[in-house]
């Protein structure tokens, strides 16, 4: 039996989650969405309740799992569910919400143990739509010394923008990987 | 030797920097030039390829046809064409189907000279049958003397390109090599070695980089707009929007960008922007502008002074999905952000040639994501995954893509 490998996408609901998913999974994304019914329904119609599932299939068939987190704080408990296993973790945070430089403290601190563990990449979406900050803002927010945590500006939709994130992911646990 | 009817030209490199050198070898050699080889004996060449911004013999040039020979001369775009007999010109930097074109006008004339020899049966009035290399019309190895290859050959054999020849000429080798215009062509140099060291530092002050860093952080530190003023044109930086406004086109700026002429160049306040469209009509992005300038600018080199074994201090990453990037940068800024590696641990612990190294560092350095630490040495070593073998294998899916 082949191995099992997983990339965790997480967020606050609306920062693109599915989306990134969908723009690398080698399957289509299993979703798991539903009309949202709280405070959700003011940012999107629809939401992920459960996660969000896609696969990178590669060569020799292994399967590099992709989990998307509900973004809903409520459902933090499975985030440590999720996590178990992880090779790492993307995080999104939509540029264009005012309240995005505190959704990234608070994912940070949320994830914190997986992290340590493993690495993480932070992709800020929307900036082309409204963006409320510089990246150097974001880039404040982070504890200085090393490990320097990546973050870049990207569009979810973009399969290019979200295998940048891959790439730098594997590298950063990683930097004598070769091809 | 002469040359027959269809059969393919001969041809020779002179004077040229090593990437443009390294870039036709690997034209040549490949299958993308059905019409033309490289010439191993440099007297039988058909075609000599020139740089006509360098150095060179120009005794040749009066010579080329009794020679039997033609020029096809490299030169910048505002550096005036030779429109001498035999001589074709293309403009830097070398686009590949110009090249092409050329050597079709070429190979078509001493096609056509060939045919009608052939239908007037006389074989002495073959004015381009093939290089004169007997008798009187022998060019002297001395006025050839600047055609000789060897040397060339020898570093190209040795270098990474070569690497990649020997695989394949499908299109992710063009890729790959592409990836190395930006890096320059520089070897790894052995830094004990006094005489090497001096090959990897440039002046930053001599580079367009330089002054708009300056500029930015003029700015910044007074909030105001900046004025650089250059020999070749003004740029402005609007301070509010981060933009630079220039009229350079993508020509010019190239050049600019690559070329050692702004010693002179001013950077003031500017209080006022008044939109001079005509003055600058172009608007950039400033640390997009600032990134290329600075990777344009290193090819493969390092500002003057940068120690090569203190660790190299990380601050932030890139905003790589929005800057130029190139072979080995998403591998390099990791070891970076992860490890106290020093530029040279960096090269040797990651098998990268040094001059990819150089050249990102270079860039960080304008856009402040690095420096080097005064404090810390190099600690080198990096510790590796167990899962690297699946991790190789998402990257080649990743790249395969």
Known sequence: ?179 | MNIQHNSKLKISLNNLDDITQNTLKFFFKSNLCEKAELNIKDDNANVLIIDLDRQYNKEIIPNLKKNNQFVIFLHNEMNTPLSEENTYNVTKPVQIKYLKQQISFIAQRINDAKKSNDDSGDATKNNFAAPANDGQSKPSSQSLGLINNKSHTQNFENNHLNMALKNSTDSSTLNQYKAHKHVGSNRDINPDNPEELNKIYHNPKKYLYHHLVQAVKLGKDNKSNVLIKTLFGNLFFDYKSQVLFHSFDNAKMRYFKSSPLFIETKVVKASLFKMAKKDYSISQDAESLIWQSAISASKGRLPLGTSLTQAIEMNCWPNFSRLLVFRYVIQIAAAWSTHHMSLLDTASQLKIPQRYIFTLYNAMLAIGCVKIDNVIQGTGKINRKKMKKVFSKILSHIFSH
């Open chain 1, 1 to 179: 039996m082949k191995s099992s490998h997983k990339i965790i996408f997480s967020g606050p609901v609306g920062a693109g989650k599915t989306t990134a998913i969908t723009s690398i999974s080698d399957i289509p994304t299993v979703r798991t969405e539903e009309s949202a019914s709280d405070e959700t329904k003011d940012l999107k119609d629809t939401t992920t309740v459960a996660l969000d599932y896609g696969a990178i299939i590669l060569q020799d068939n292994t399967r590099i799992h992709l989990y998307g987190t509900p973004g809903q704080k409520r459902f933090d408990f499975m985030w440590e569910i999720l996590t178990n296993g992880g090779i790492g973790l993307l995080l999104l945070i939509d540029g264009s919400d005012s309240n995005a430089i505190n959704n990234l403290k608070f994912f940070l601190s949320s994830f914190k143990n997986f992290i340590d563990k493993t690495s993480v990449v932070v992709g800020i979406t929307k900036q082309d739509v409204n963006k409320k900050y510089n990246l150097e803002e974001y880039q404040e927010v982070l504890n200085k010394g090393l490990p320097v945590i990546p973050i870049y500006e990207i569009d979810a939709r973009s399969r290019k923008d979200v295998s940048l994130m891959v790439e730098t992911l594997l590298y950063t646990l990683d930097p004598k990987i070769s091809i």
